[in-house]
């Protein structure tokens, strides 16, 4: 197994452009840390020959709960799977959360980062966004420019795996601005960056505000245009720009999501949370209550489907084309056959022919042109299913 996905489904208040699954209310918030670690228990079984490398602290924000609750959490996945020594341990946080608890902990006397640190926690994915207030506003993110820069001021002395989050394609978001916000976060030595342009989700309030014309709709030629800032700005400070949103430095790529595009088995705990064993995919449900419920009667609030052949084969295609590792033609042959050999050779010729797709011993990947366009390019590419 490549490792623990663990969704902390609370937020402090809804972001303006988030489709995840939370709560804002945390009444339940005790209960819901029980119910996490009675799945991680009840599931054992499912993983007992497999050993885990990483375990991730995703949501929602997990840097809400308390460092008894993640503790209790890492403790129950050491009790229940075999782990590697030293796994990469991540915790998403909000910039607002970090302050605050570093604020309380100095009341206490005592080090909230050091209690991190004590849990093994060896990473910390910060959702900074932007460091422009107005940026923030329009997104309702919990925190201010003062708090993203001062929480990276803080944490940069204890931890040296760090990544942040940023997002570009903001409406009314310059490219000088843009670049400036790159930099910024440069500034902090940060080793790892991932970087999202701004999508419009159905059911969002973006959604709602750009409809109603409260909001201009995010513009793709100037996405695209900041999408390519960002690429040349980090390379040329040492990143590698390994996945689609993911620049690291070298020795610095997150291994968990790095386990998602490479096709190792991962399982999800918590409600919404997916899990994957190399042939079958299997998801929670969205709704905290009915998970709580079916947890406490020892049963597993999940659906799950067999992937075909020809799924497995448009997944390899899709995270294949995202990342450097691209999509390799031999593999493609020996796992799917030559039916799939052909189909994407005959579908990538005129990619290639645009410079939008190279091949290199034996290995497709995007061009630097072609890169934004991945996502596209490989679902022109997929398969319908032959079974």
């Avoid at 604020?103 to 980062?113: G, I, K, P, T, V």
């Amino acid at each position: 197994m490549s490792g623990i996905y663990i969704h902390i489904p609370f937020c402090k208040q809804a972001c303006h452009y988030c489709d995840f699954h939370f709560s804002t209310s945390m009444k339940k918030k005790d209960e819901m840390v029980l119910a996490l670690a009675k799945e991680i228990e009840l599931r054992k079984n499912e993983f007992q020959d497999e050993v885990v490398e990483t375990i991730y602290f995703g949501g929602g924000t997990p840097s809400i709960l308390e460092v008894s609750d993640i503790k209790l959490l890492i403790n129950a996945v050491y009790e229940n799977y075999k782990v590697v020594e030293n796994p990469e341990i991540t915790v998403e946080a909000n910039p607002d959360d970090l302050i605050s608890k570093v604020l309380s902990s100095r009341a206490q006397s005592r080090d909230f980062y050091q209690e991190y640190i004590s849990l093994g926690i060896n990473r910390l994915s910060i959702g900074i966004q932007s460091f422009f207030e107005d940026d923030l506003k329009m997104m309702n993110r919990a925190h201010n420019s003062e708090e993203a820069k001062e929480c990276l001021k803080i944490a940069t002395q204890y931890f040296d795996n760090i990544t942040v989050d940023l997002i570009y394609g903001i409406p009314n978001l310059s490219n000088e601005k843009w670049l400036q916000n790159i930099e910024i976060a440069l500034s902090f030595n940060i080793p790892h960056i991932s970087s999202y342009a701004l999508t419009v989700e159905p059911k969002t309030a973006l959604h709602k505000f750009i409809k109603n014309g409260i909001i201009p709709q995010p513009d793709d030629e100037v996405a695209q245009e900041q999408f390519h800032i960002l690429v040349d700005k980090l390379e040329q400070n040492g990143f590698i720009h390994y996945e689609l949103s993911n620049f690291g430095k070298e020795n610095y790529f997150s291994k968990n999501n790095s386990s998602y595009w490479l096709g190792k088995k991962y399982l999800g705990i918590g409600p919404s949370a997916h899990s994957y064993n190399g042939i079958s995919r299997s998801w929670n449900v969205s709704n905290n209550t009915i998970y709580r419920k079916s947890i406490a009667e020892n049963k597993l609030p999940s659906e799950s489907e067999i992937l075909t052949l020809t799924d497995r084969y448009n997944e390899y295609v899709m995270t294949g084309l995202r990342t450097i590792w691209g999509i390799s033609l031999d593999r493609i042959e020996n796992q799917f056959g030559k039916i799939y050999l052909d189909y994407l050779n005959q579908q990538t010729t005129k990619y290639i022919d645009d410079h939008l797709l190279f091949v290199d011993e034996n290995i497709i990947r995007t061009t630097k042109k072609g890169k934004f366009l991945s996502d596209g390019i490989a679902s022109d590419l997929f398969l319908l299913n032959l079974e």
